[in-house]
Structure formats: C-alpha cells, structure tokens
C-alpha cells in the first residue's frame, strides 16, 4: 500500500515537472545593471526619432540615476511637424532569451516620468512595416512606479494578425502621438 505522503511527494514532483504549477518567474531584460546602453540580454538600447521619415522630435537617450536608482532616461521634445510625433527607446530581442515570450503573461516595467502618457511597442516576425506595432500604453508619475502591461492589453497598430509572443524582435519604450516633453527613466524591463 502507498503512503498518503509519498503520493503528494510524486504528485508535487510531477507537477513541478511539467509545468502545472508554476511560481510567478521573470525574465529580466534589463536591470541597468551594465554601466553602457546594453540590457542584461547583451543587445543594445538606441535612439529611434521621427526624423527617420522627414519628422523634427529631437532626443536623447543616456544613463542616469534618479532617487538612488540607475536607469535609462529618455528626453526629449515630441513634435507634429513634416507627419512626425514620436521618441523612442528601441531594444533588439530577437535572438534573445526573450524573443519567445509565449510562456509569459506580460511586461513590467518600473518607470519614473513627467505624468504623462507613454507607450510601451512590440514587434513580431509578422511585421513588415516600420509603423506597424503591438501597443499599450501607461502613466509615468514623477515617482518610481512598477507597471504591469499584460499581453492582452496590448492593440494591433496597422496590422491585421493577432500578436505571436513566441517570435517577439524588438521592445520599444515610445512617446508618441502628440507634442509634449518626455522624460522617462526606465529601472527595469521584464517579463512576468
């Protein structure tokens, strides 16, 4: 006869094992843990503007410290002339840890802004276009703030297909759509 505690023994083994029961893990992207522009995966953070289609945003993107806490910071004047509107920090997952998301429910961000509204971009191996994205949006108050954006949250921007967070290919942190003066600092990025 089997012991009552040896098959909660197997019965634990066997769902740890495969995966039915599963603490909440993360997948760090980036801590600024690196004292330049790469993320914890190795790839690089850049600088992307609107003046890439003829567009006047102008912007920086450096490290920083901000109450103690090393981060990313993201400046910049969003303009509307020439059909512009939009900075953004840009990171290349794809031939990352990252790029296959599937297992995840979402992003989290810890972020520390101006109180304005920013919007976190994804791309996949359906898009095509440069203006094509997977998007959400959220508030950064000018205090540091944990933000969780689950995959569900994010829209299709001009693109029929329904998000593959198995084939993720870049990360994109933007201020976008009308003028204002970003100045967001990213602490941490990753996946929950």
Same mark, same amino acid.
């Given at each position: 006869m089997?012991? !009552?505690?040896t098959?909660c023994?197997?019965?634990l083994?066997?769902?740890? =094992?495969?995966?039915l029961?599963?603490a909440?893990e993360?997948l760090i992207?980036d %801590? *600024?843990q690196? =004292?330049g522009?790469a @993320?914890?995966?190795?790839?690089e953070?850049?600088m992307?503007s609107?003046?890439?289609m003829?567009g006047?945003?102008s912007?920086?993107l450096? $490290?920083d @410290?901000?109450d103690?806490k090393?981060?990313?910071?993201?400046?910049?004047s969003v303009?509307?002339e +020439?059909?512009? &509107?939009?900075?953004?920090?840009?990171? %290349?997952? #794809?031939r990352?840890a990252a @790029? +296959?998301?599937?297992?995840y429910?979402g992003? $989290?961000?810890?972020?520390?802004?101006n +109180?304005?509204?920013y =919007?976190?971009h994804l791309r996949?191996d359906?898009?095509q *276009?440069?203006?094509q994205? /997977?998007?959400? @949006?959220? +508030?950064a !108050?000018?205090?540091?703030?944990?933000?969780?954006?689950?995959f %569900?949250?994010?829209?299709?921007?001009?693109? #029929?297909?329904e998000m593959d967070?198995?084939h993720?290919? *870049?990360? &994109?942190?933007a201020?976008?759509g009308?003028?204002?003066t970003? %100045?967001?600092c990213i602490?941490? $990025?990753? $996946? /929950?």
């Open positions: 089997i012991k !009552p505690f098959l023994t197997v019965f083994f066997f769902c740890f =094992n495969s995966g029961l599963m909440e993360m992207i %801590d *600024r690196s =004292n522009l @993320s914890n995966l190795g790839s953070w850049r992307v609107d003046g890439v003829g006047v945003s912007g920086s450096a $490290l @410290s901000v103690g090393k981060c990313l910071h993201l400046r910049g303009r509307l +020439n059909s512009g &509107g939009f900075l953004q920090a840009a990171l %290349d997952i #794809e990352t @790029s +296959n998301a599937s297992t429910q992003l $989290l961000l810890e972020v520390y802004g +109180n304005e509204v =919007n976190l996949t359906d898009i *276009r440069p203006w994205s /997977y998007r959400a @949006s959220f +508030n !108050p000018a205090q540091w703030l944990k933000v969780k954006l689950p %569900d949250a994010f829209t299709a921007y001009r693109i #029929e297909k967070t198995a993720l290919k *870049r990360i &994109g942190i201020a976008i009308r003028a204002f970003a %100045d967001l602490a941490r $990025l990753a $996946l /929950y």
